[in-house]
């Protein structure tokens, strides 16, 4: 034996660290599971929905399936990549990954580079992908604001201009999304933001005069937009008028008053069969709630509830530790996935205004899957250090433990 293996064998306190450290989980298993369940369920969903649409457009029932396959390989090879980068680097390149999300909101704006699909510009063609920017977008953003607040904490606390700095590139992300158009990116973006400028301190005050000016400038947007003031008043009532304006929440309906309790069983709804429009993207929650009735949707939402709920409570164990950006990152995920989640399934059972908004993890569509799997795993890399820096901290009592 070598003096140094004779070292650190004789080493008592090394040997208590490295135990230390490998009583840490590597993950946390609860947080993945959920993800994976997630986008497990919605690759089934997306089959079940997609299937007779596929088979009269494209002559082929697994067209949609493998394109959501393609996708998920891609979210999954995205979020190895994004668990893999430091936390530092996050940090430091922030700003720049924001700044390069506003041009590429530009781009798609620029005719000839953007592509339209049922009168909305907001893909860049990229070969057999279909790049959309205001998805990566929304996640750039609260690496972003996340970065500002642990630089400009005193700023942001006593002084208006510390807030109203960073809402102006917001503001003018949102207004470009806006352009697509696409109301239900920019809401949850801007909805995001200001919960984590909230988080970081802002005094109760400005925070509300912020939020009453963005308020009123959505309100302005759905009074000016004939076809946004169709969708807020037609969902009050959708069987006023359910063969146009009313038609897709109708339908939603219908589906929801067919699932019943445990629904009419997988693959046996008939909404999805040329009935409920999109049924496999931003109508997939009531493609579920027909096939798989209210069980099937409590467990849906009680899936992203807990999934909203791990990440705020990573975020506090990240502020305990003193990795303010982890914390902000963390929560900041949180609010944006759940809002997200929230809205989707809030207009398909009538509670909001009819929007394009996917499902995170489950929608058809690969730019949404792979920002909630990059998301998720940054999520992951946070809870990861934080758990290491716990088992470096902690003192020696018996047996090493570190909560879950």
């Known amino acids: ?50 299937m007779s649409i596929a088979s009269t457009c494209c002559d082929d029932p697994f ?36 700044l390069l999300g506003l041009v590429s909101l530009v781009l798609v704006l620029v005719p000839g580079v953007g592509r339209e699909v049922n009168g909305a510009t907001r893909w860049i063609p990229l070969g057999p992908l279909n790049v959309q920017p205001s998805e990566l977008v929304k996640l750039f953003a609260t690496i972003y604001v996340s970065g500002y607040l642990v630089r400009h904490a005193d700023d942001v606390v006593n002084r208006i201009s510390g807030f ?27 909805a995001t933001v200001m919960g984590l400028l909230f988080l970081g301190g802002v005094s109760l005050m400005p925070f509300v005069v912020l939020f009453l000016v963005v308020a009123a400038g959505l309100l302005v947007l759905v009074v000016i937009s004939p076809y946004r003031l169709q969708r807020v008043t037609s969902f009050l009532d959708p069987f006023q008028d359910p063969f146009n304006t009313g038609y897709q929440l109708s339908q939603a309906l219908i589906a929801f008053g067919r699932g019943e309790w445990l ?20 109508f997939l929650a009531s493609v579920i709630g027909e096939e798989l009735g209210l069980v099937g949707m409590l467990a849906l939402i009680a899936a992203f509830a807990f999934l909203t709920w791990r990440a705020f409570s990573i975020g506090a164990r990240a502020q305990a530790v003193g990795k303010h950006f982890a914390a902000y990152v963390a929560q900041g ?7 997200q989640a929230f809205v989707n399934i809030g207009v398909n059972v009538g509670m909001l205004p009819t929007k394009g908004l996917t499902l995170p993890f489950m929608s058809y569509g690969s730019n949404s899957l792979i920002a909630a799997c990059m998301a998720i795993a940054i999520l992951l890399r946070i809870d990861a250090t934080v758990r290491r820096i716990q088992a470096e901290d902690r003192p020696e009592r018996g047996q090493p433990w570190v909560r879950a």
């Open 1 to 50: 034996m070598t003096v140094a293996a004779r070292q650190v064998r004789g080493n008592p306190a090394r040997n208590r660290q490295r135990r230390r450290e490998r009583s840490v989980a590597p993950v946390d298993y609860a947080l993945l599971v959920c993800a994976l369940g997630l986008v497990a369920f919605g690759f089934v969903m997306v089959s079940s929905a997609s």
């Open 63 to 98: 067209y949609y399936v493998t394109r959501h396959g393609l996708a998920l390989g891609l979210a999954l090879t995205g979020a190895v990549l994004a668990y893999n980068v430091p936390l530092d680097w996050w940090e430091r390149g922030g700003v720049w990954l924001f």
């Open 164 to 190: 109203i700095r960073p809402m102006i590139l917001i503001g003018i992300a949102g207004a470009l999304i806006l352009q697509q158009p696409d109301f239900g990116t920019t809401a949850v973006m801007l």
């Open 263 to 282: 629904g009419v069983g997988l693959g046996n709804g008939i909404q999805k069969q040329f009935f409920l429009p999109e049924a496999h993207t931003d």
């Open 333 to 339: 995920i949180g609010l944006g996935l759940g809002l």
